[in-house]
């Protein structure tokens, strides 16, 4: 069965930087679309960025310039490199897949980002 291992989160001061990876163990199979969501508290959850197979991102307007998203196709790795973090950027983040000839995308368990001021 498929799963998607996210690492990376944690505390860290506003200004700083985190990475965060997401692999997708248990499986040979080809992903297509892979990207990274979040939740805060008290809101919906948001696309923060994605990365087709093909290398074509998005981006989120409020985290472009300052996040980087990128991914490993021959491991089934993404990755999203976060810089200049602000507090507002605290939220739950969660890794998303599908895989190639699916119609059902797959989510990781989140990884908590905490920014402080």
């Known amino acids: 069965q498929v799963q998607l291992v996210e690492s990376g989160g944690g505390l860290v001061q506003a200004g700083g930087s985190l990475e965060l990876s997401c692999a997708a163990s248990?499986?040979?199979?080809?992903?297509?679309?892979m990207g990274w969501y979040r939740q805060a508290p008290g809101r919906q959850r948001e696309l923060v960025a994605t990365?087709?197979?093909?290398?074509?991102?998005n981006y989120a307007d409020s985290v472009k310039g300052r996040f980087t998203i990128s991914r490993d196709n021959t491991k089934n790795i993404v990755y999203l490199q976060m810089n200049s973090l602000k507090p507002e950027d605290t939220a739950v983040y969660y890794c998303?897949?599908?895989?190639?000839?699916?119609?059902?995308?797959?989510w990781g368990q989140g990884t908590l980002v905490t920014v402080s001021s």
């Open positions: 998303t897949a599908k895989p190639v000839g699916s119609s059902s995308a797959l």
């Open positions: 990365m087709t197979r093909g290398s074509i991102t």
């Open positions: 248990g499986s040979t199979l080809r992903m297509g679309d």
